[in-house]
């Protein structure tokens, strides 16, 4: 298995520009994860999806973050319109079954806005 | 709310030698379950070791270890004969249902 895959890698846009991060689960994996990591902040939970459906999305910060998960193979996380302080590393997990069980993390996509 | 405390932003130790990472919780849940995860600076979140709350034995796997005191919501790791690949940033993390927090970190150090 590939692990859970996240695209870009690296992203560099301008304050205003809508942003879409990219994350596909591991295949049987029924939880996915949205977190996003700073210095200032440390690693936060923003929204977690439980069989496609979102369970909580307290964590996302405003309006302008939003995220969907379409389908068990893929989700999307959209910043519109980016800010310079949404500048993060954003980190993709997915996991099986209950809390026990360990979230396997993407290599993350580190977001930067200009 | 549940949080995560990790009072050691940094930590070093000596190659070989035994290093104890603390962490502190706060919940007013009875079952839950909690998590070591090591970032080196590859940025890949890669778990350590984990405890589930009604399990009073302590949790090992090989060289990392934790001591799972729940009356004092504390869960501490320790690491025996450090290694190099041991460098990283150590965070502590909470889980209860879907919801997952995280401890600010500790950068650990592991010097030759």
């Known amino acids: 298995d590939a692990g859970v895959i996240q695209s870009p890698r690296h992203e560099v846009t301008e304050m205003g520009q809508e942003v879409t991060l990219r994350c596909k689960p591991i295949?049987?994996?029924?939880?996915l994860f949205w977190y996003r990591q700073t210095m200032m902040r440390g690693l936060e939970l923003l929204i977690y999806?439980?069989?496609?459906?979102?369970?909580?999305d307290s964590g996302m910060p405003e309006d302008r973050f939003s995220a969907k998960m379409p389908n068990a193979s893929f989700s999307t996380l959209k910043i519109q319109p980016s800010e310079p302080r949404d500048s993060a590393v954003y980190f993709c997990?997915?996991?099986?079954?209950?809390?026990?069980?360990?979230?396997?993390f993407g290599p993350g996509t580190r977001l930067t806005v200009l | 709310a549940q949080t995560v405390t990790q009072s050691q932003p940094e930590m070093s130790v000596q190659e070989a030698e035994t290093v104890t990472l603390s962490c502190t919780y706060d919940t007013s849940e009875n079952n839950y379950y909690l998590f070591w995860y090591k970032q080196p600076p590859s940025r890949q979140m890669i778990l350590v070791i984990r405890?589930?709350?009604?399990?009073?034995q302590n949790a090992t796997e090989n060289r990392f270890s934790v001591n799972f005191q729940k009356a004092a919501k504390s869960f501490s790791l320790k690491i025996s004969d450090s290694q190099l690949g041991d460098t990283a940033m150590y965070f502590c993390a909470f889980g209860h249902n879907n919801d997952m927090r995280f401890g600010a970190g500790t950068r650990l150090t592991v010097k030759p």
């Open positions: 997990a997915s996991r099986t079954g209950n809390s026990y069980n360990e979230q396997f």
């Open positions: 295949s049987g994996h029924n939880s």
């Open positions: 999806f439980n069989n496609n459906v979102p369970i909580d």
């Open positions: 405890q589930e709350a009604y399990k009073q």
